[in-house]
């Protein structure tokens, strides 16, 4: 997401069971490709934080390892209904410079819509899962103005938790989970390989700590990219996500939600080559598929496209470089098409220095963006920039020497539709303080699912 730089208040102390970490990253950054269209955009907590970069990775990937493991313990029957299944991301460092608390997840009226909101996130630092702000998770005090119960916190549990605990008393169905990694905190995954049920006992200790564990509802697993290159490079085997995975799966239970975000590169020998997704999936409800970030101003120059396409189109810069390549490719591998999330951006991907209206233009480098330079939020750039078209099912604009592409109202109903003939589980969104103050882009997620 933003790139902006962060300090938390010198005055607060942290708790010593878990590692401080300035800010963390889910989403995309523009200063390098998130080769993988990827969870959302907005990761540039500690320092920077785009989220998958599949291009730049893609070079790098290593030889896929062949490797028999355990069987995995059955997912959780806990999850909602295949078919229309609502994620949203919340961003814990959102509270900060966006401005976005719980409090907006029920004014905007995204919570009564949503079955799941991940939390992110937690670090894997030395492969053990860990929180990353401990002022914003529990500490925080939220007076009763930014509450979201319009009552002022009295403890003892504080900080987004608390809001957490509140949200949830006031939506009895809804479910939270904690989200662990991102583009910037992933390589400790390199070392949870190695020792996976150590890995995964440090998460369950990290998400049911006594003070918040009515809070959390299971883990959502952000590893970019397992045998992969992503911010770093692993090279555990094919077989280590589906290790991690049941590790994490047999230490959570079989009633607990255990979900991942996962690359959305559709390429031959890309990343979804790169690991064993199939086998993973009787580990998990669901796999959130990182349906975006595809291209971007990671390339200065362009060719301006879209950052979400749908579809194929005549001149995309990269093959196979698109949600359906990547949908198609997963339910080849065996992935069963309920357990498959679309995602949606709620931000737009933009350059400067474009002269050409259509897709396939060159540019001088990335558009200003009020948190980073090549990205901006869907809530802004509505006004700022109207959609002038639409390719592959994303729509993109130009206005001045600006090109931006991002999705609507009306292609995000169309995704829906996409996910709904695919016999899709459902679609999340990354993340949910780039949509608009009455939550029009969750509206029009929730109404194509229905």
């Known amino acids: 997401m933003p790139l902006t730089k962060w300090s938390r208040p010198p005055t607060v102390m942290d708790d010593t069971r878990f590692v401080p970490f300035s800010r963390v990253t889910h989403g995309p950054s523009a200063a390098a490709p998130r080769a993988d269209p990827s969870c959302g955009f907005r990761e540039k907590r500690m320092a920077t934080f785009g989220k998958r970069r599949l291009m730049a990775g893609a070079a790098a ?31 814990n460092w959102g509270i900060y410079d966006r401005g976005y608390q719980v409090k907006n997840l029920e004014t905007s009226a995204t919570a009564g819509k949503l079955n799941v909101i991940n939390y992110a996130f937690g670090s894997t630092a030395n492969g053990q899962c860990s929180l990353t702000d401990a ?18 916190d009295t403890g003892p549990l504080y900080g987004n938790f608390g809001q957490l605990r509140k949200l949830k008393k006031m939506h009895p169905g809804l479910k939270v989970v904690f989200s662990v990694g991102g583009w910037t905190l992933s390589s ?41 290159c992503g911010l770093s490079c692993d090279a555990s085997g094919a077989a280590a996500f589906k290790n991690v995975m049941s590790a994490v799966r047999s230490k959570f239970g079989s009633g607990a939600l255990v979900t991942a975000a996962i ?24 796999y959130n598929v990182m349906t975006y970030d595809y291209f971007g101003a990671f390339n200065p120059t362009g060719p301006t496209a879209p ?82 078209g639409t390719i592959a099912g994303t729509a993109y604009a ?32 990354w993340s949910a303080d780039g949509d608009t103050s009455n939550g029009e882009l969750a509206a029009a997620m929730k109404s194509g699912l229905g």
Request: glycine share 12%; charged share 15%; hydrophobic share 40%.
């Open 307 to 388: 950052h979400a396409p749908l579809t194929n189109y005549s001149g995309i810069p990269t093959a196979n470089f698109y949600a359906d390549a990547a949908i198609q490719k997963l339910k080849g591998k065996g992935v069963a098409s309920s357990k498959l999330l679309l995602g949606i951006g709620f931000y737009g991907r933009g350059w400067t220095g474009v002269t050409q209206a259509t897709p396939g233009g060159k540019a001088t480098g990335a558009a200003p963006g009020k948190y980073e330079a090549g990205i901006q939020d869907y809530k802004l750039l509505k006004t700022s920039c109207p959609s002038t």
């Open 135 to 152: 002022y914003a998770d529990y500490q925080k005090v939220f007076d009763a103005g930014s509450s979201v119960d319009g009552k002022a």
């Open 263 to 286: 690359t959305a590169d559709g390429t031959s020998g890309g990343k979804i080559d790169a690991a064993d997704y199939a086998g993973a999936a009787a580990s998990v409800n669901w």
């Open 61 to 91: 990937l290593v030889g896929l390892v062949a490797a028999s493991l355990v069987g995995a313990a059955p997912a959780s029957t806990a999850a909602p209904a295949a078919g229309n299944t609502m994620v949203g991301y919340f961003t």
């Open 398 to 429: 130009k206005c001045g020497s600006q090109w931006w592409s991002y999705d609507t109202v009306a292609t995000v109903k169309s995704k829906m539709s996409y996910a709904k003939t695919q016999g899709l589980g459902g679609a999340f969104f």
């Open 188 to 228: 400790g995954f390199t070392q949870a390989a190695k020792n996976p049920a150590a890995f995964a006992s440090s998460c369950y200790s990290m998400v049911k700590d006594s003070r918040w564990a009515d809070v959390f509802d299971g883990i959502d697993i952000d590893w970019e990219y397992p045998n992969a």
